[in-house]
C-alpha cells in the first residue's frame, strides 16, 4: 500500500520556539493531506485540510497564524508549530489521499511534540 | 458530514469473534465505509473498506445492512495484539474533503 512518512517521530522544545513537522507521500501524489491532532487516551481531531499549491482550510478553532500550514509539492506538506507551548503538547498525525482517489486515506506515524 | 457512532470500549477473550458495531445514520449515497485501526502513539491503519453487503479481507469482515446506515466490523479468533482502538469513517470515495473522526471502539484482548 502506500506509505506516508512523517518527521520527525518526536521532538522536545522550548517554549516559545517554533517546531516543523513533515510529511510526506513516498510513492504517490498526494493531492489532498490532512493534519490531526491527538491528545491521550481521545480521537484524532481534524486541524486543516491542505491541497497542493493553495491555502490550507482551518477547521473552526485551529489557529492558522499558530499552525502554520504548507503543502508546496504533491509529495510533502509541513505543519509548523508557531511560538509553541506547553499547551501545544500533542500528538500530530498527517493523512494523505492520493491523485488516483481510491478513498483510502493514508496515514503517517505521527509526530509527538512536547514543549518544555 | 456522515456522524458514526461507535460503543465507547470492549471487551473480548482470545480466540474470540469480536464485532464492533458503528451507526452513520446520516450516509450520503456516495460514501464509503472504511474502518481503520489504531495502536498508541501510532497513525491509524487501514483496515477493510466497504460500500454494501460484505467485504472480507485477510484480516476482518465488514457487514452492511441495505440501508448501509451501520456497519460491523468482524474480527475473527481475536489476540492480545489485536487490543486497539477501532474507527469507523464514512466518506466519498472520490475524495475525502473533510473526514473527521468519531469517539473510536476501545477493543481490549483479554488473555
Known amino acids: 500500500g502506500a506509505v506516508v512518512s512523517q518527521h520527525p517521530s518526536w521532538v522536545i522544545c522550548k517554549s516559545g520556539t517554533s517546531v516543523k513537522i513533515e510529511c510526506r507521500s513516498l510513492?504517490?501524489?498526494?493531492?489532498?493531506m490532512f493534519w490531526y491532532r491527538q491528545f491521550p487516551k481521545q480521537s484524532l481531531m481534524l486541524m486543516a485540510t491542505?491541497?497542493?499549491?493553495?491555502?490550507?482550510?482551518?477547521e473552526q478553532g485551529v489557529e492558522k497564524d499558530k499552525f502554520l500550514i504548507n503543502h508546496a509539492s504533491l509529495t510533502l506538506s509541513t505543519l509548523t508549530v508557531t511560538s509553541a507551548h506547553p499547551e501545544d503538547s500533542s500528538f500530530y498525525i498527517c493523512?494523505?489521499?492520493?491523485?488516483?482517489?481510491?478513498?483510502?486515506?493514508?496515514f503517517g506515524e505521527g509526530s509527538r511534540l512536547t514543549v518544555l | 458530514l456522515a456522524k458514526t457512532t461507535q460503543p465507547i470500549s470492549m471487551d473480548s477473550y482470545e480466540g474470540q469473534e469480536v464485532n464492533i458495531t458503528c451507526s452513520h445514520n446520516n450516509i450520503a449515497t456516495n460514501d464509503y465505509i472504511t474502518w481503520y485501526q489504531q495502536f498508541p502513539s501510532q497513525g491509524p491503519r487501514f483496515i477493510i473498506q466497504g460500500y454494501k453487503t460484505k467485504v472480507t479481507n485477510e484480516v476482518a469482515s465488514l457487514f452492511i445492512p441495505a440501508d448501509r446506515k451501520s456497519s460491523t466490523l468482524s474480527l475473527p479468533r481475536v489476540s492480545l495484539s489485536d487490543t486497539a482502538v477501532y474507527y469507523c469513517?464514512?466518506?466519498?470515495?472520490?475524495?475525502?474533503?473533510?473526514?473527521?473522526f468519531g469517539t473510536g471502539t476501545k477493543l481490549q484482548v483479554i488473555p
Open positions: 469513517l464514512v466518506g466519498y470515495s472520490g475524495g475525502y474533503q473533510k473526514v473527521t
Open positions: 493523512s494523505a489521499t492520493g491523485v488516483a482517489n481510491t478513498g483510502e486515506l493514508f
Open positions: 491542505s491541497n497542493e499549491g493553495s491555502k490550507a482550510t482551518y
Open positions: 510513492d504517490f501524489q498526494a493531492t489532498t
